[in-house]
């Protein structure tokens, strides 16, 4: 059977202030799941802008279903799914899934249509049990991203674009986006999945396209699939999986011994690092792992004691400020939101905690000479140090943080999903630098639900369950699998 | 750099307001008219550089223009009653502006309320004590404190003018050069992350409050010489004036951005519709309706130019 096309791509070109996207031309049958792979900066999301509708000004034409993309303006067969979320968080869940076509007469909204037909489209992405007159901002990531789904499902959507859909979510969660990405397929709709990582993407994907600066340089079938000459042709080099460093940890020498951490969720944790060390907490969403370094950070209300680099300290620090004289850094866990100054420049988003005293004058040379050299550590590309953070990709953005916490001669580093939403090289890169920190003497913990990520980073990893340690893994005896099972069960 | 563009479009609406009134009346654009408009602005100056501060922190203050009244009373009465002289009456109205600043910014920083509310009540606090010292009579005080409005030799500009051109600079010069601007903007930018890169806010969120309650002062002390006197009735409403003139000038009510030439250039552009409609022999209702319209026009204008600056 020959596979119908729903999508047909011909000489898309965009330019913002340079070139974007030259000249791309593809396919996407009826009914496939199409990966879309690059690093960032490559043009995926503007992309997937294009597609969704936001970006009407492209060069070229796009067809969906024998019609042009421009001709079906509101009523447009493609939904797409954000990487964050563009829900209202005040409406309801079936609010949020009808909102722009919510039924009603004379203004007046028909409580009960909408709250039937909300209720079959959750029923379709699995989620009948839940109460669609909830309000969306009290329930879970990865459940909200199943009723942007549901919302596709609703507008009777051909195409539905995931933008890194899976990651906020945990195995379970995928495993249950990857049920609904084939039940979808079932319907005859086709899905567009846009995501770094790659196992993901070989798992779900009917066939990839591989995007570089702006151009498909690589398109494979699920049964050509090969991970070198993806990530060869993503990078654009030959692949070097760079191997993690020799590391030296000094067994023996305790750097870092906080005893008796207790916090709402805590009950009496205990952790010591050796200098040197790069220790990985993993567990299951709120299993205690991100309080953690929350409470080191002085976020949350504890007690416990902190002895780091010989330094007893009879208490937590209770905020962050007090944490930082402590030379304790922190790297949140939603850069967004918690973490840059977006539309102010470059610089000051680097030294935001080096500018020194409380009145006097920043000197512009000094903080240029600082934001140049934390971005030659992290490998930041930008124009100048007055250039605007928000034009930054994800992973240089992520850079700019970890940027604003080196030449403090930080005793420990706290790192909250540190690579999330970030590229494959980017993503080398920011390792490279947790290395670097941990062998001129910092004491890292990386808190992540991505296991990957810490076996790749990590010398130890500790899993958490409720609140307390379940088991410990070293790096020349653990094993994903039983780390994973760590996690699940109750010590 | 965006921000020169920025000030040279308001720049360009300012011009275009002149040479407007100008062309409708020929005796709009000359000395008098010109020393006149320079000569009534300070008051509101101060006022605006104060606003333009705290909403670039994210914050709002509306108890400018009561603590002017108070501050005003403060030096009418401290002269008159006590005799003091002019130069200790206005310390003294310094003080008080930075105090009530404190306790606004203590309250609103510490106890985390919304600064519209905690200001809101400090209005009406202000005025209250304002009428209190001055047993609600307005206090006559003469020459002494009215030569600082008066024009001097130089280009014909009173000694206020040149105190609030002064205070212009240097707080542009504090926002722009200074750690602690720099610390405002961001905080204005995102609290969360200041907080989180180990900074402790409080102190900056808290003395801003000061720097506001001490232009109050200032723009007491403007007004007083302007009037010769004290009155506990003074500057009601003056707050909206000012938040206009920022807004005019392109700071966001929201926090983060915004510049203290912008907001000198909005106070600029207010008084010379102002002026320029009364010698038009513009009714009253009518000026408030054109003045409100251009707030709301000028607020569209920029956000539209930020739209496109993002896009």
């Given at each position: 059977?020959?596979?119908?096309?729903?999508?047909?791509?011909?000489?898309?070109?965009?330019?913002?202030?340079?070139?974007?996207?030259?000249?791309?031309?593809?396919?996407?049958?009826?009914?496939?799941?199409?990966?879309?792979?690059?690093?960032?900066?490559?043009?995926?999301?503007?992309?997937?802008?294009?597609?969704?509708?936001?970006?009407t000004d492209y060069e070229g034409k796009i067809t969906i279903a024998d019609r042009s993309l421009r001709a079906w303006r509101d009523d447009s067969p493609v939904s797409t799914v954000h990487q964050e979320l563009s829900q209202i968080p005040n409406l309801s869940i079936a609010e949020n899934i009808f909102f722009g076509r919510l039924p009603n007469q004379y203004g007046v909204i028909n409580q009960r249509s909408l709250l039937e037909s909300a209720k079959a489209a959750l029923e379709l992405v699995g989620l009948e049990s839940l109460d669609a007159l909830k309000r969306i901002e009290e329930v879970d990531l990865a459940t909200r991203q199943l009723i942007e789904i549901a919302r596709a499902i609703a507008h009777r959507s051909e195409l539905i674009i995931l933008?890194?859909?899976?990651?906020?979510?945990?195995?379970?969660?995928?495993?249950?986006?990857?049920?609904?990405?084939?039940?979808?397929?079932?319907?005859?709709?086709?899905?567009?999945?846009?995501?770094?990582?790659?196992?993901?993407?070989?798992?779900?994907?009917?066939?990839?396209?591989?995007?570089?600066?702006?151009?498909?340089?690589?398109?494979?079938?699920?049964?050509?699939?090969?991970?070198?000459?993806?990530?060869?042709?993503?990078?654009?080099?030959?692949?070097?999986?760079?191997?993690?460093?020799?590391?030296?940890?000094?067994?023996?020498?305790?750097?870092?011994?906080?005893?008796?951490?207790?916090?709402?969720?805590?009950?009496?944790?205990?952790?010591?690092?050796?200098?040197?060390?790069?220790?990985?907490?993993?567990?299951?969403?709120?299993?205690?792992?991100?309080?953690?370094?929350?409470?080191?950070?002085?976020?949350?209300?504890?007690?416990?004691?902190?002895?780091?680099?010989?330094?007893?300290?009879?208490?937590?620090?209770?905020?962050?400020?007090?944490?930082?004289?402590?030379?304790?850094?922190?790297?949140?866990?939603?850069?967004?939101?918690?973490?840059?100054?977006?539309?102010?420049?470059?610089?000051?988003?680097?030294?935001?905690?080096k500018l020194k005293n409380w009145l006097g004058w920043v000197n512009k040379k000094e903080t240029a000479i600082q934001t140049l050299k934390a971005s030659r550590m992290t490998k930041l590309v930008y124009e100048g140090p007055e250039q605007s953070v928000s034009e930054l990709s994800g992973g240089n953005q992520q850079k700019a943080i970890f940027a604003r916490w080196l030449e403090h001669d930080l005793a420990l580093l706290l790192l909250d999903e540190p690579t999330r939403g970030v590229d494959v090289r980017a993503r080398e890169e920011l390792h490279e630098v947790i290395r670097e920190l941990a062998y001129s003497g910092t004491n890292v913990i990386i808190a992540s639900n991505d296991l990957k990520e810490l076996m790749r980073s990590c010398d130890r990893i500790i899993t958490i369950v409720q609140g307390k340690t379940s088991k410990e893994f070293w790096r020349e005896s653990w094993d994903e699998a039983e780390i994973t099972a760590a996690t699940l069960s109750n010590a | 750099m965006p921000s020169m563009t920025k000030h040279l479009s308001l720049l360009l609406a300012l011009f275009l307001l002149i040479l407007f009134f100008s062309l409708l009346n020929p005796l709009f654009f000359s000395t008098p008219t010109l020393q006149a408009i320079g000569n009534q602005i300070p008051d509101l100056t101060f006022l605006a550089v104060a606003l333009t501060l705290v909403m670039i922190t994210g914050g709002i203050d509306l108890s400018v223009g009561s603590l002017l009244a108070l501050c005003s009373s403060i030096i009418g009465v401290h002269m008159i009653s006590n005799g003091a002289s002019l130069s200790e009456a206005f310390l003294i109205s310094l003080l008080g502006g930075a105090l009530c600043g404190l306790i606004t910014g203590t309250i609103t920083?510490?106890?985390?309320?919304?600064?519209?509310?905690?200001?809101?009540?400090?209005?009406?606090?202000?005025?209250?004590v304002a009428y209190l010292v001055t047993d609600s009579q307005t206090v006559y005080i003469g020459s002494e404190v009215g030569a600082l409005a008066e024009s001097t030799g130089f280009l014909g500009v009173s000694p206020m003018f040149i105190l609030a051109i002064v205070i212009v600079i240097l707080a542009q010069l504090l926002l722009t050069r200074t750690v602690y601007g720099r610390y405002l903007v961001a905080i204005g930018t995102n609290l969360d992350a200041v907080r989180l890169?180990?900074?402790?806010?409080?102190?900056?969120?808290?003395?801003?409050?000061?720097?506001?309650?001490?232009?109050?002062?200032?723009?007491?002390?403007?007004?007083?010489?302007?009037?010769?006197?004290?009155?506990?009735?003074?500057?009601?409403?003056?707050?909206?004036?000012?938040?206009?003139?920022?807004v005019i000038g392109g700071t966001s009510l929201m926090g983060g951005r915004g510049s203290v030439i912008g907001s000198f250039i909005g106070v600029l552009i207010i008084a010379v519709l102002q002026t320029g409609l009364a010698s038009m022999g513009v009714d009253e209702p009518t000026k408030r309706i054109i003045t409100g319209a251009v707030i709301v026009f000028a607020a569209l204008m920029d956000f539209w130019r930020t739209k496109q600056r993002r896009a």
């Amino acid at each position: 059977m020959v596979p119908e096309v729903l999508l047909t791509l011909s000489g898309i070109k965009k330019s913002f202030s340079k070139p974007v996207l030259n000249s791309i031309d593809m396919q996407l049958n009826k009914s496939e799941c199409l990966g879309l792979l690059g690093a960032n900066g490559a043009g995926k999301s503007t992309l997937s802008r294009i597609l969704g509708g936001s970006i009407t000004d492209y060069e070229g034409k796009i067809t969906i279903a024998d019609r042009s993309l421009r001709a079906w303006r509101d009523d447009s067969p493609v939904s797409t799914v954000h990487q964050e979320l563009s829900q209202i968080p005040n409406l309801s869940i079936a609010e949020n899934i009808f909102f722009g076509r919510l039924p009603n007469q004379y203004g007046v909204i028909n409580q009960r249509s909408l709250l039937e037909s909300a209720k079959a489209a959750l029923e379709l992405v699995g989620l009948e049990s839940l109460d669609a007159l909830k309000r969306i901002e009290e329930v879970d990531l990865a459940t909200r991203q199943l009723i942007e789904i549901a919302r596709a499902i609703a507008h009777r959507s051909e195409l539905i674009i995931l933008d890194e859909p899976t990651s906020s979510l945990n195995k379970a969660e995928v495993q249950k986006l990857f049920k609904q990405i084939h039940s979808a397929k079932e319907r005859e709709t086709s899905v567009l999945f846009i995501s770094h990582k790659l196992d993901e993407i070989f798992a779900i994907c009917d066939r990839i396209a591989v995007l570089r600066d702006g151009e498909i340089v690589l398109i494979q079938s699920r049964h050509e699939f090969d991970e070198e000459a993806v990530l060869s042709a993503m990078s654009g080099e030959k692949s070097a999986e760079k191997q993690s460093k020799d590391r030296q940890v000094e067994r023996g020498t305790t750097s870092f011994n906080l005893k008796n951490l207790r916090t709402q969720k805590l009950k009496n944790f205990h952790l010591k690092l050796q200098r040197g060390e790069i220790a990985g907490l993993h567990g299951l969403d709120g299993a205690g792992h991100k309080e953690i370094l929350k409470a080191l950070f002085g976020l949350s209300d504890s007690q416990g004691e902190l002895t780091l680099n010989d330094k007893n300290f009879k208490s937590l620090p209770k905020t962050p400020h007090a944490a930082f004289r402590q030379r304790i850094g922190y790297v949140p866990e939603d850069r967004q939101k918690f973490g840059l100054l977006l539309g102010e420049s470059i610089s000051l988003n680097i030294c935001l905690n080096k500018l020194k005293n409380w009145l006097g004058w920043v000197n512009k040379k000094e903080t240029a000479i600082q934001t140049l050299k934390a971005s030659r550590m992290t490998k930041l590309v930008y124009e100048g140090p007055e250039q605007s953070v928000s034009e930054l990709s994800g992973g240089n953005q992520q850079k700019a943080i970890f940027a604003r916490w080196l030449e403090h001669d930080l005793a420990l580093l706290l790192l909250d999903e540190p690579t999330r939403g970030v590229d494959v090289r980017a993503r080398e890169e920011l390792h490279e630098v947790i290395r670097e920190l941990a062998y001129s003497g910092t004491n890292v913990i990386i808190a992540s639900n991505d296991l990957k990520e810490l076996m790749r980073s990590c010398d130890r990893i500790i899993t958490i369950v409720q609140g307390k340690t379940s088991k410990e893994f070293w790096r020349e005896s653990w094993d994903e699998a039983e780390i994973t099972a760590a996690t699940l069960s109750n010590a | 750099m965006p921000s020169m563009t920025k000030h040279l479009s308001l720049l360009l609406a300012l011009f275009l307001l002149i040479l407007f009134f100008s062309l409708l009346n020929p005796l709009f654009f000359s000395t008098p008219t010109l020393q006149a408009i320079g000569n009534q602005i300070p008051d509101l100056t101060f006022l605006a550089v104060a606003l333009t501060l705290v909403m670039i922190t994210g914050g709002i203050d509306l108890s400018v223009g009561s603590l002017l009244a108070l501050c005003s009373s403060i030096i009418g009465v401290h002269m008159i009653s006590n005799g003091a002289s002019l130069s200790e009456a206005f310390l003294i109205s310094l003080l008080g502006g930075a105090l009530c600043g404190l306790i606004t910014g203590t309250i609103t920083t510490l106890g985390k309320i919304p600064s519209f509310i905690v200001t809101l009540g400090m209005l009406e606090c202000a005025r209250g004590v304002a009428y209190l010292v001055t047993d609600s009579q307005t206090v006559y005080i003469g020459s002494e404190v009215g030569a600082l409005a008066e024009s001097t030799g130089f280009l014909g500009v009173s000694p206020m003018f040149i105190l609030a051109i002064v205070i212009v600079i240097l707080a542009q010069l504090l926002l722009t050069r200074t750690v602690y601007g720099r610390y405002l903007v961001a905080i204005g930018t995102n609290l969360d992350a200041v907080r989180l890169s180990g900074i402790n806010p409080t102190p900056y969120q808290i003395s801003v409050f000061m720097i506001s309650g001490t232009l109050c002062a200032f723009a007491a002390l403007s007004l007083t010489a302007r009037l010769a006197s004290s009155d506990p009735n003074a500057a009601i409403g003056l707050e909206l004036s000012a938040i206009a003139a920022a807004v005019i000038g392109g700071t966001s009510l929201m926090g983060g951005r915004g510049s203290v030439i912008g907001s000198f250039i909005g106070v600029l552009i207010i008084a010379v519709l102002q002026t320029g409609l009364a010698s038009m022999g513009v009714d009253e209702p009518t000026k408030r309706i054109i003045t409100g319209a251009v707030i709301v026009f000028a607020a569209l204008m920029d956000f539209w130019r930020t739209k496109q600056r993002r896009a």
